[in-house]
């Protein structure tokens, strides 16, 4: 606890440290920061976390976040200030409240937590564990159009952890940024937003200082192979280490990024992931795509 409590600091500071985006008009608080420190046994379908969570908003007593079913919360609390003492915070968990999002797969997977912060807490710091493994929907759809499903799974297969798991502490407005350390067996790879930074101890830091509606974390064995393009790092992250394939792909950023900079603006990240995932997807995210294994053999 002591330990991984040490290298969360980096992150509380990196994340306290940036200008809140906007004011609530409304009495109620909205998530604005994530510095969490996570390890990932994928052999067991486990994850342990500790996030430091942090609000805007007037908080008080009665504040609602959701969090996956499956993931036994340890402590909610606060560190004392200047100390590494722990203060605790009662909660209860009662099933889901939210309005939903559309997809009853999410609001089947999350239950709502009401924690006592005092009056005017501005962030709380939270320990959860448990397992993680809703096997994997085959999709039934003409053309494989949506792709497979799952809310979220950790496995010997691979990992892939969405906002719709419920993997971290949210609330249905937050707008987010996130400071994730991860760390993943010998061998293991994650991919999420923002900045990438090799620690200590095997631990990988994922830093984005664009706020974003969730967070996405995946994870394999994988082959990274980069390249620079336009003063943004661009890697693939495939099962096996084909670089004829990597290099198709990387090429092919090199026309296409710079030709949607030109049509919108800027491209607001540092960098662009073209990630190889375990089963049928064609997704998005901020900052990496996370394409199936057939996807990526199609021919451009």
Known sequence: ????????????????????????????????????????????????????????????????????????????????????SLEKFDFEIVPYQGSGTGEVDETATVHTVIVDLPEGADSFLIEYEGEINDPINPSTALGRVRGDYTSGIISPEGVYLSSETGWYPDTEFSMAKYNVTVQLPEGWSSVSQGDRDQQEYGFVEWTSSVPSDGCVLVANQYNINTRTIDGVECSTYFYMDNEDLSNQFLDKLEEYLPAYVELFGPYPYSRFDIVENFFSTGYGMPGFTLLGSRVLTMPF
């Open 1 to 84: 606890m002591r330990k991984l409590l040490l290298l969360l600091l980096a992150g509380i500071l990196f994340i306290s440290s940036m200008p809140v985006i906007g004011q609530y008009e409304s009495d109620f608080p909205e998530i604005s920061g994530h510095a969490m420190t996570v390890i990932i046994t994928p052999d067991d379908h486990w994850i342990s976390a500790l996030d430091v969570v942090f609000l805007e908003g007037a908080a008080g007593p009665g504040f609602e976040f959701t969090l996956n079913k499956n993931l036994a919360i340890k402590y909610i609390g606060r560190i004392a200030e200047g100390t590494l």
